[in-house]
């Protein structure tokens, strides 16, 4: 391939001042041919202080894309790479969402050029080798592999074969601990009590879960003028504001526009996906409640679940550490020092004590054990009622660890039919700490006889019921 005859004659027009002031070029629509990238490098001649705004579709149709691919990884210019909508088809393409579309797209040459045969190499199981070896560097490097490759791959049966591989152990005395980016905690006091809350889901003419929720904060008292709904098609829903998108949030007092202490995503398993990867790449939000199923629970959902995690693993080593997530598969939260409470089920089925908050913190994994207590005991107002879910993020021991410090809190009552691996000693030694303070947790974990641990596994166990 060539580069087109106004190019392949032209030269930089770049106009050189006396402070010669870098330079910005954008450049799109690479599509897996690298000789016409090659040529449009050498024509511009980019300095290193130039730089390069790459607009995406760097793969497909062409049949160099993991070649396009490995070279601009490795320019040494300041880049910028945005997505383009062949990358997005290749995400949906690995989790298993619109394969045919993206094959009939050019994709069939991206994964011949990474040695792949799409014909018999299935997206599920590329999706889960790729996680293996995540779960594999997460757990032993570098503190036991310093170095782990395996080359080559080949395909057989439909599934990718290892024929060599090589593993460079950590020498004695040079262990190190892997790096693990700790969820900013902190973070918990504008989850439970925000100064600004942005809705998602929310339906304009049906009583679905996004508008339940909306009246049910209107009801909790929470100020309308700082709650948010996103939609494109109306402007007000209930008397609150709608807003296009994320990133046309107004701003609060003291606060950025476009950015929200909280947003309630109550939307599908693969929306939230992509607005929780645009709210951690875009620093929308400090604190998001994930409403939906189909994650975690269900195995199909990992590809989803994965990118979540990375989406948020990629920017809590920065400076702002990204947001902090409660659920995903949970009713949400209820405070009344926030003035919120997202737990859909109508007011008029599950009404809200009309009297001062009673110093407990009801922490459980089953909003539908949340909702069974809080219409049993409906003399009883926790001061926090939250359901945490799937703990796809925030964890039952990162509540005690952040609720130890609230002197409202005197009663700490847990319910859990699992924890995450290792939260368990976690949550120990918190509730540890709380009792030698004089106050008091209660636990109770479901699941641990036969009958309990079958109804468990019917909806979302952490990680297995009983796990610690």
Request: proline share 7%; with cysteine.
């Amino acid at each position: 391939m060539q580069l087109p005859r106004w190019l392949a004659g032209a030269q930089p027009t770049k106009e050189t001042t006396a402070d010669d002031r870098p330079a910005t070029y954008a450049i799109g629509d690479i599509h897996g041919c690298l000789e016409p990238l090659d040529q449009l490098l050498e024509k511009i001649a980019p300095r290193p202080e130039d730089e390069l705004v790459f607009v995406g579709d760097y793969i497909d149709r062409g049949p160099q894309s993991r070649e396009v691919v490995d070279r601009l990884l490795a320019l040494p210019h300041r880049c910028v790479f945005l997505m383009g909508n062949h990358e997005r088809m290749l995400l949906d393409f690995l989790a298993g969402e619109e394969e045919d579309i993206y094959l009939e797209n050019g994709g069939r040459a991206t994964l011949a050029s990474y040695g792949g045969d799409p014909d018999h190499i299935p997206a599920a199981h590329l999706a889960e080798t790729i996680q293996r070896f995540l779960i594999l560097a997460a757990t032993f490097c570098p503190k036991v592999l310093r170095e782990f490759e395996v080359n080559p791959l080949v395909v057989s049966e439909g599934r990718l074969v290892a024929l060599d591989a090589v593993a460079v152990m950590t020498p004695p005395g040079h262990e190190v601990e892997a790096p693990r980016t700790a969820r900013p905690i902190e973070k918990i006091e504008r989850l439970l009590q925000p100064r600004s809350i942005a809705l998602v889901g929310v339906s304009e003419t049906a009583m679905n879960p996004g508008r339940i929720i909306l009246r049910n904060i209107l009801g909790a008292g929470f100020d309308r003028e700082r709650l948010t709904i996103v939609k494109g098609d109306c402007d007000a829903i209930d008397g609150v504001r709608c807003a296009p998108s994320l990133a046309a949030l107004p701003a609060e007092p003291g606060g950025i526009e476009g950015r929200a202490d909280l947003i309630v995503l109550s939307v599908s398993a693969a929306a939230s996906t992509l607005l929780l990867e645009e709210i951690a790449r875009e620093e929308r939000a400090e604190s998001v409640i994930l409403i939906p199923g189909g994650l975690d629970e269900n195995p199909k959902s990992r590809a989803l679940v994965s990118r979540m995690h990375w989406a948020l693993e990629s920017v809590r080593a920065g400076e702002w550490r990204g947001p902090v997530v409660n659920g995903g598969n949970c009713l949400g939260i209820r405070s009344v020092p926030g003035r919120y409470n997202t737990l859909f089920i109508p007011a008029y089925k599950l009404p809200v004590p009309e009297r001062p908050a009673d110093p407990i913190a009801l922490i459980t994994g089953s909003g539908a054990f949340a909702v069974s207590m809080s219409s049993r005991l409906a003399h009883v107002n926790p001061v926090y009622t939250i359901t945490v879910g799937n703990q796809m993020d925030l964890t039952a021991a990162d509540y005690l660890e952040y609720l130890k410090a609230d002197p409202r809190v005197e009663v700490f009552a847990v319910y859990l039919e699992g924890f995450r691996p290792l939260d368990g000693a976690r949550f120990l030694k918190f509730a540890a700490e709380i009792t030698e303070s004089g106050r008091t947790v209660i636990l109770y974990r479901g699941g641990r006889t036969e009958a309990g641990s079958a109804a468990a596994s019917t909806r979302e166990t952490p990680s297995g019921t009983g796990s610690s």
